[in-house]
């Protein structure tokens, strides 16, 4: 093997070891959750797309509602498909226990967005950078959120046909007021891809607090049409 090609292999395992370290180093309690995902893309033309998105988030298996989101935005994608800034929107209904008790409060949420993701290889493992600035009316309050997405996508198989994956980002949330700090999410997935179009992927996500952590099971499917 390549001196070039040993440097590559070494960097992408230190990526994936910085990506899923606060796992390891949090020891908040943690309870497990299920969220169900579905992130749809439609193209317009070559150059514009709309992104439709639903997500089912539950406090355990299935039936215990946690959240509910819809998301959609308007695409325009440039530097030879490398880039794509967006505009969106977004309805959130959450389901809040209230204390230690069993009682939910619901909580409703309208959010715009906008976002700039960008694509690159380093061999055949392909990286995303997401960022994304969120205006947040939650209830009678106004909230301002920054949040940044480091992910990647490693191939199992080296041959034209590979269909499995494995899936990794990082993502840290960022408050313009009272705690900077917001929370982090780490995940760490297989993939499938059905044919060009479609893919699912089955992972395992922790999402810490300050004070808190939960651990959640994702099942997602992704769709271009």
Do not use: C
């Not at 949090?26 to 709309?50: A, F, M, P, R, T």
């Not at 309208?110 to 055949?124: A, L, W, Y």
């Amino acid at each position: 093997m390549g001196k070039k090609k040993m440097e590559k292999k070494v960097n992408i395992v230190a990526l994936i070891f910085a990506l899923m370290l606060p796992i390891f180093v949090q020891s908040q309690d943690s309870n497990l959750g299920n969220w169900l995902i579905y992130i749809g893309n439609k193209k317009l033309n070559s150059k514009w797309n709309v992104h439709n998105e639903v997500q089912y988030r539950n406090y355990d298996a299935i039936g215990d509602l946690e959240q509910l989101l819809l998301r959609t935005g308007l695409g325009y994608t440039f530097n030879e498909k490398k880039s794509n800034i967006l505009l969106g929107y977004g309805y959130i209904k959450s389901e809040n226990y209230t204390g230690t008790t069993n009682n939910k409060v619901s909580v409703n949420e309208h959010r715009i967005f906008q976002q700039f993701i960008s694509g690159q290889k380093v061999g055949n493992v392909k990286l995303s950078h997401r960022y994304r600035f969120e205006q947040r009316f939650v209830e009678d309050d106004f909230k301002l959120r920054f949040r940044y997405f480091l992910g990647l996508k490693i191939p199992l198989s080296n041959k034209e046909k590979n269909k499995y994956y494995l899936s990794a980002y990082n993502e840290i949330f960022l408050n313009s007021k009272t705690a900077i700090f917001d929370r982090n999410r780490v995940y760490g997935g297989l993939g499938y891809n059905l044919n060009k179009n479609i893919r699912f992927e089955f992972g395992y996500m922790n999402q810490f607090f300050e004070t808190a952590s939960r651990d959640q099971l994702n099942m997602i499917a992704f769709v271009t049409f």
